[in-house]
């Protein structure tokens, strides 16, 4: 046993504190009780303690003082010193060989000596707590406990009171203070047991396989009768003979739209493809939905924007860009598509589909404007693209959005028409396009149009499959329409006051295009291009007034929609509304 | 006051030289240390306010009664797991409190604080 003495200098007289380990003491003190540490159970009664070298009397009075200061351990306890200060802690050890000093523990000054009294006790500012505070017998005036259990009674009762009483709170089961390192975090690893995916394959077989209804079971269970309708909430299927048909060109279109190349990253990590093998995509890029335009394949989301405002001004100056756009047609192309939210060819009443992002479409449309008869519907896909690329490095006009008049059935000359028979050719065709399923997924070229609309390959979105609808893929052109010759001198539109339909509540800065109920031969394409009634305010609309016009100016409105109020009065700035553009990801369903 | 012997069990009303006044049964004396063991209020169940004072600074006493030794010997146990265990939590305790004491504030202010913060279940100290 270790005798070594403990040390109490002295010190002021408002007692001290001491940052000083006080293992020493209290293992004494243990060990003067003769107590081991493994010894659980309860202990003699203090008769039975040999302590020190006291005999007698004193031995027993020793004894007891010894027992009642142990019974005091960790029990809050009020010490008045010397000074007349007072401390009150957690009792922690007692120099019990000695002369009793003791140790506390998170003791404060509660009342300080040295100021006297009126002043000690309005004056007296709190100080931080001490760990540990030893205060030497020399100080020691008295110990003031309350509720203290001195007897078996009291112990037993205690232990229960304490565990009521006592919250444990975060911080101090954490007990942050004491840590200050950061764990090091490790990224979880299933368990051996877990299944890859468990059962997510059966989880989502078709609910009519399972061999449970749930509406069933809940109705027997506790009565709740369902009201569920399937059809409430998802289109109308079409069951009947053609169910088969239909199936099949549902899964046709649904592999299509899986196989598509994307360039998203989250897309293909849905689908399984591993788009990126540099590792500077760290886990925040692959999961995150903060979108911030980045690294080489998002890059063209800012091109785009630079693109657009180019485009934007190209219209709003005249186009002197000629050399320009013609050396930079991919890129350029999307730009104008994009600038053309075009809603489809009247005739289709798919007004839903090309939003996304069909730059091509759109900006073929645009440039062909109209309501042309000779549409050759036969053209496959590709060939209207190149057509587009060529006219387009040929014509500024990707840029040239002449309005149509749905209800006029004038061909409605817009003061740049892109003209030539190549743009009537490409709207043609691209209405056949609209009709016809996509079958090549220009994706390839898509890839480049990263449009603001579109979802990176939404070109090679068959427009049909974009529709809600099964309904057979007509062509709505009219093959029988005269062909469209540009009249330049035509009287521009004025629209009547009154527009033809109702406004369709459409989220602010969308246009909504409603569609010619009748395919028409002249096909009327509206300047502006708006969104398909299904997703207000997914796109962006960008709608181009025709700026800097040739020929007489005229003014275009979209006779069906909200308006933006602009009229374009020919030689004035136009302001141009852009809208910031939205990646919009996924299909126009 | 050397060499009087302090019998177990008298109720002494004392005066201490800082001030203070109280009664209490004597539950021991330890000539050595010079401590008296005194049990205030009465022995109202298991739990009992204790006082240890130095005998020095006893300024004056005087006997009310005697009665029976107030500690009962056969009950007498500790059990140190316990006490430690007790201690531990009693730090935690403290340590989350002290978080609750403002250094630097006034008594008054600190009254004030912990009033308005009964309002509240979790009151941020600042």
């Given at each position: 046993?270790?005798?070594?003495q403990?040390?109490?200098?002295?010190?002021?007289?408002?007692?001290?504190g001491?940052?000083?380990?006080?293992?020493?003491?209290?293992a004494?003190?243990?060990?003067?009780?003769?107590?081991g540490?493994?010894?659980?159970?309860?202990?003699?009664?203090?008769?039975?303690?040999?302590?020190?070298?006291?005999?007698?009397?004193?031995?027993?009075?020793?004894?007891?003082?010894?027992?009642?200061?142990?019974?005091?351990?960790g029990?809050?306890v009020?010490?008045?010193?010397?000074?007349?200060s007072?401390?009150?802690?957690?009792?922690h050890?007692?120099?019990?060989?000695?002369?009793?000093?003791?140790?506390l523990k998170?003791?404060r000054l509660?009342?300080d000596?040295?100021?006297?009294?009126?002043?000690?006790?309005?004056?007296?500012?709190?100080?931080?707590?001490?760990?540990?505070?030893?205060?030497?017998?020399?100080?020691?005036?008295q110990?003031?406990?309350?509720?203290?259990?001195?007897?078996?009674d009291?112990?037993?009762?205690?232990?229960?009171?304490?565990k009521?009483?006592?919250?444990l709170?975060?911080s101090?089961?954490?007990?942050?203070?004491?840590?200050?390192?950061?764990?090091?975090?490790?990224?979880?690893v299933?368990?051996?047991?877990?299944l890859?995916?468990?059962?997510?394959?059966?989880?989502?077989?078709?609910?009519?396989?399972r061999?449970w209804?749930?509406f069933?079971?809940n109705?027997?269970?506790?009565?709740?009768?369902?009201?569920?309708?399937?059809?409430?909430?998802?289109?109308?299927?079409e069951?009947?003979p053609?169910t088969r048909?239909?199936?099949?060109?549902?899964?046709?279109i649904?592999r299509?739209?899986?196989?598509?190349?994307?360039?998203?990253?989250h897309?293909?990590?849905e689908?399984?493809?591993?788009?990126?093998?540099?590792?500077?995509?760290?886990?925040?890029?692959?999961?995150?939905?903060?979108?911030?335009?980045?690294?080489?394949?998002?890059?063209?989301?800012?091109?785009?924007?630079?693109?657009l405002?180019?485009?934007?001004n190209?219209?709003?100056?005249?186009?002197?860009?000629?050399?320009l756009?013609?050396s930079?047609?991919?890129?350029?192309m999307?730009s104008s598509?994009?600038?053309?939210?075009?809603?489809?060819?009247?005739?289709?009443a798919?007004?839903?589909d090309?939003?996304?992002s069909?730059?091509?479409?759109?900006?073929?449309?645009?440039a062909?404007e109209?309501?042309s008869k000779?549409?050759?519907?036969?053209?496959?896909?590709?060939r209207?693209r190149?057509?587009?690329l060529g006219?387009?490095?040929?014509?500024?006009?990707?840029?040239?959005?002449?309005?149509?008049q749905?209800?006029?059935?004038?061909?409605?000359?817009?003061?740049?028409?892109?003209?030539?028979?190549a743009s009537?050719?490409?709207?043609?065709?691209m209405?056949?396009?609209?009709?016809?399923?996509?079958?090549?997924?220009?994706?390839?070229?898509?890839?480049?149009?990263?449009g603001?609309?579109?979802?990176?390959?939404?070109?090679?979105?068959?427009?049909?499959?974009?529709?809600?609808?099964?309904?057979?893929e007509?062509?709505?052109?009219?093959?029988?329409?005269?062909?469209?010759?540009?009249n330049?001198?035509?009287?521009?539109?004025?629209?009547?006051?009154?527009?033809?339909r109702?406004?369709?509540?459409v989220s602010?800065?969308?246009?909504?295009?409603?569609t010619?109920?009748?395919?028409?031969?002249?096909?009327?394409?509206?300047?502006?291009?708006?969104?398909?009634?299904?997703f207000?305010?997914?796109?962006?609309?960008?709608?181009?007034?025709?700026?800097a016009?040739?020929?007489s100016?005229?003014?275009y409105?979209h006779?069906?929609?909200?308006?933006?109020?602009?009229?374009m009065v020919?030689?004035?700035?136009?302001?141009?509304?852009?809208?910031?553009?939205?990646q919009?990801?996924?299909?126009?369903y | 006051?050397e060499?009087?012997?302090?019998?177990?069990?008298?109720?002494?009303?004392?005066?201490?030289?800082?001030?203070?006044?109280?009664?209490?049964?004597?539950?021991?004396?330890?000539?050595?240390?010079?401590?008296?063991v005194l049990?205030?209020?009465?022995?109202?169940?298991p739990r009992?306010?204790?006082?240890?004072?130095?005998?020095?600074?006893?300024?004056?006493f005087?006997?009310?009664?005697?009665?029976?030794?107030?500690?009962?010997?056969?009950k007498?146990?500790?059990?140190?797991?316990?006490?430690q265990?007790?201690?531990?939590?009693?730090?935690?305790q403290?340590?989350?409190?002290?978080?609750?004491?403002g250094?630097?504030?006034?008594?008054?202010?600190?009254?004030?604080?912990d009033?308005?913060?009964?309002?509240?279940?979790?009151?941020?100290?600042?």
């Amino acid at each position: 046993m270790n005798m070594q003495q403990v040390v109490f200098p002295k010190s002021s007289a408002n007692g001290f504190g001491r940052q000083r380990g006080d293992r020493e003491v209290g293992a004494r003190l243990e060990n003067k009780m003769q107590l081991g540490k493994s010894n659980q159970g309860r202990i003699q009664t203090t008769g039975a303690l040999a302590v020190g070298k006291t005999v007698g009397n004193e031995s027993f009075s020793r004894d007891r003082l010894v027992y009642l200061t142990t019974c005091l351990i960790g029990h809050p306890v009020e010490v008045h010193v010397k000074s007349g200060s007072i401390y009150t802690g957690i009792f922690h050890a007692t120099d019990a060989e000695n002369d009793f000093g003791i140790i506390l523990k998170m003791a404060r000054l509660i009342k300080d000596g040295t100021l006297c009294g009126y002043k000690a006790t309005t004056e007296f500012v709190s100080k931080a707590p001490s760990k540990i505070l030893i205060i030497p017998d020399k100080e020691l005036v008295q110990i003031i406990a309350k509720d203290v259990a001195v007897t078996r009674d009291g112990f037993a009762s205690e232990p229960q009171n304490e565990k009521h009483q006592e919250i444990l709170i975060d911080s101090a089961i954490s007990q942050s203070r004491h840590v200050e390192v950061e764990r090091e975090l490790e990224p979880w690893v299933p368990d051996e047991d877990d299944l890859q995916c468990p059962e997510l394959e059966n989880i989502f077989d078709g609910p009519w396989n399972r061999n449970w209804d749930q509406f069933e079971t809940n109705q027997k269970l506790f009565g709740v009768k369902s009201t569920f309708n399937e059809e409430l909430y998802t289109t109308k299927l079409e069951r009947g003979p053609q169910t088969r048909e239909l199936e099949k060109e549902a899964m046709r279109i649904a592999r299509e739209i899986e196989g598509e190349d994307t360039q998203d990253l989250h897309l293909a990590e849905e689908r399984g493809v591993d788009l990126h093998d540099d590792f500077d995509i760290d886990e925040e890029m692959r999961y995150s939905s903060v979108y911030r335009g980045r690294g080489v394949d998002d890059s063209g989301y800012e091109e785009e924007e630079d693109i657009l405002l180019d485009s934007h001004n190209i219209e709003t100056f005249g186009d002197s860009y000629d050399s320009l756009s013609r050396s930079t047609d991919g890129v350029r192309m999307p730009s104008s598509s994009s600038l053309v939210d075009d809603a489809p060819s009247s005739q289709a009443a798919i007004s839903e589909d090309l939003n996304c992002s069909r730059p091509n479409d759109q900006a073929r449309q645009l440039a062909s404007e109209l309501p042309s008869k000779s549409f050759s519907v036969s053209d496959s896909e590709s060939r209207i693209r190149d057509k587009l690329l060529g006219e387009h490095g040929g014509s500024s006009d990707g840029n040239e959005f002449p309005e149509k008049q749905s209800v006029s059935e004038k061909p409605n000359s817009s003061g740049k028409l892109s003209e030539g028979p190549a743009s009537s050719k490409a709207t043609g065709e691209m209405h056949s396009a609209n009709s016809h399923g996509q079958p090549d997924s220009s994706t390839s070229s898509n890839s480049d149009y990263v449009g603001t609309v579109s979802a990176s390959g939404g070109f090679g979105l068959s427009p049909s499959s974009s529709m809600g609808s099964l309904s057979s893929e007509k062509s709505t052109l009219n093959p029988h329409a005269k062909e469209f010759k540009l009249n330049p001198n035509a009287k521009s539109f004025t629209p009547s006051q009154t527009p033809v339909r109702p406004l369709s509540p459409v989220s602010d800065g969308s246009f909504y295009y409603q569609t010619q109920m009748s395919p028409l031969p002249h096909m009327h394409m509206p300047v502006s291009f708006g969104i398909g009634p299904s997703f207000p305010g997914h796109q962006p609309v960008i709608f181009n007034p025709q700026v800097a016009p040739i020929q007489s100016p005229q003014a275009y409105f979209h006779p069906n929609g909200p308006q933006y109020g602009q009229q374009m009065v020919l030689g004035q700035r136009q302001v141009v509304y852009y809208q910031p553009e939205m990646q919009y990801k996924g299909r126009d369903y | 006051m050397e060499g009087e012997e302090f019998a177990v069990g008298c109720f002494l009303s004392i005066k201490t030289t800082l001030g203070d006044e109280f009664e209490g049964q004597i539950i021991s004396f330890d000539r050595l240390s010079n401590i008296l063991v005194l049990q205030e209020g009465l022995e109202s169940g298991p739990r009992r306010n204790i006082r240890l004072l130095k005998a020095n600074y006893i300024k004056e006493f005087s006997l009310l009664r005697q009665d029976e030794d107030p500690l009962d010997v056969k009950k007498c146990f500790l059990d140190l797991t316990s006490l430690q265990a007790r201690e531990d939590s009693a730090i935690r305790q403290a340590e989350a409190d002290s978080e609750r004491f403002g250094v630097g504030v006034t008594s008054e202010a600190q009254t004030l604080f912990d009033a308005l913060s009964k309002t509240e279940s979790c009151v941020a100290a600042f």
